[in-house]
């Protein structure tokens, strides 16, 4: 079975499978009016701000690729400043029945230079390498290597990992 490529209905799943079992409510869900091929949207999940993607497949390199950046004042795209008001990067991948979300808090993001903070520039995108995919190179797998360490995989008809989702998600912080 496919995801949808639709944000709500994977917002419900999230709901269903992670928010509720970890008594967890979401609010102010927010479509952004920039990636949205990416399904760019932010949303309250209790006190915390998280910033929502679904990555791509791409047709030549192994992984999947997704967009995060902002546009500054002037009209140019730049990579998220740790400054910037959000707690969590949930970045949503699927391949044929696999479904997952990388759970990305902004220390993990700081830690592997995707946000800036003046001394690291940041990226304004990023390849993610969920466990189904074989790394390609040296470097896709160290990026593999972090980046499971954030994965929780959403099976369909199986229960999910809370103990990981709370890990995940920093419950301890709610």
Not at 12 to 22: G, I, N, Q, T
Not at 67 to 93: C, H, L, M
Request: net charge positive.
């Amino acid at each position: 079975m496919l995801i949808s490529r639709d944000f709500l209905s994977i917002l419900r799943l999230l709901s269903e499978k992670v928010f509720a079992p970890l008594k967890l409510g979401y609010s102010d869900v927010i479509t952004e009016s920039e990636s949205q091929p990416y399904l760019a949207h932010q949303f309250q999940l209790e006190n915390k701000s998280v910033k929502f993607r679904m990555a791509k497949i791409t047709p030549t390199k192994t992984g999947q690729f997704v967009t995060v950046w902002k546009r500054n004042a002037q009209g140019i795209t730049e990579p998220f400043e740790v400054s910037d008001n959000f707690d969590f990067y949930f970045i949503a991948v699927s391949k044929e029945d696999c479904f997952g979300v990388f759970i990305f808090s902004k220390k993990i993001l700081l830690e592997h230079q995707v946000l800036s903070n003046g001394k690291i520039n940041g990226k304004r995108g990023i390849r993610v390498y969920p466990p189904w995919d074989l790394a390609g190179n040296k470097q896709a797998e160290k990026t593999q290597k972090w980046q499971t360490q954030c994965f929780l995989k959403l099976p369909w008809n199986e229960n999910i990992d809370l103990k990981k989702a709370k890990e995940l998600l920093l419950i301890n912080s709610f």
